[in-house]
């Protein structure tokens, strides 16, 4: 579980492919307080770590992570935002995040402000009952909330500090990101589903 704040930017140093799954080796600033084992938020993808050195980690995505997120298209140099997972008896800044990935977005905008940065994102219109206005999405892992929701796109506004310290600084017009929608949502969408069958 985790909340969508960010707590360092990775840099992926090697790629290795193996059978339909494919190994990274990232290198982060809390790299070296990790453990074997831990489960770790990268671009909003749970991943558990399975090797520590210095200041790197090693960890493995499956086929069925690399179909649903972005990670397929990573390449070494790649920027990867990191987040440990939540502890218990911490302040919840974000918002419930559980590090599974469901689907990709398009960046169709990006605004300078002069100040801050408005992105337009365009995602599978299957998903429009899970995005509402004013409600809380992970892309890349980081906690937003939208804004100028239509049937298949919405906005964020990035402020200064999440532009700095994560990897949306990176995103263009074009560029593919994670998409975790509200967990309560998914929840209430089932339920209505269930309700009306």
Same mark, same amino acid.
């Given at each position: 579980?985790?909340? @969508?704040? =960010?707590?360092?930017? @990775? #840099? ?8 339909? &799954? ?30 520590? #050195?210095? &200041? ?25 935002? =990191? ?6 008896? @911490? ?42 206005? #004013? ?5 890349? @892992? ?8 239509? =049937? &298949? ?24 990101? &994670? ?19």
């Amino acid at each position: 579980m985790f909340t @969508g704040i =960010i707590e360092s930017i @990775g #840099k992926v140093q090697s790629i290795e492919k193996n059978a339909s &799954n494919k190994t990274f080796w990232i290198n982060s600033s809390i790299s070296n307080e990790l453990k074997v084992d831990q489960s770790v938020s990268h671009n909003g993808v749970c991943l558990t770590v399975e090797a520590v #050195k210095e &200041n790197g980690h090693q960890v493995t995505a499956i086929e069925e992570t690399l179909a649903k997120s972005n990670l397929s298209n990573w390449r070494e140099g790649e920027e990867v935002n =990191i987040e440990r997972c939540m502890v218990m008896n @911490g302040r919840l800044d974000g918002h419930i995040v559980q590090g599974h990935v469901d689907a990709t977005a398009g960046c169709i905008e990006k605004h300078d402000l002069h100040g801050s940065w408005q992105l337009r994102f365009q995602f599978p219109p299957q998903f429009s009952k899970l995005v509402i206005e #004013k409600g809380s999405i992970a892309l890349n @892992g980081i906690s937003l909330t939208v804004f100028d929701v239509d =049937i &298949n796109k919405f906005s964020v506004a990035i402020i200064p500090y999440t532009f700095q310290h994560t990897n949306m600084k990176r995103v263009s017009v074009g560029t593919t990101v &994670n998409i975790e929608f509200d967990i309560i949502g998914k929840y209430v969408a089932k339920m209505m589903s269930n309700a009306t069958t």
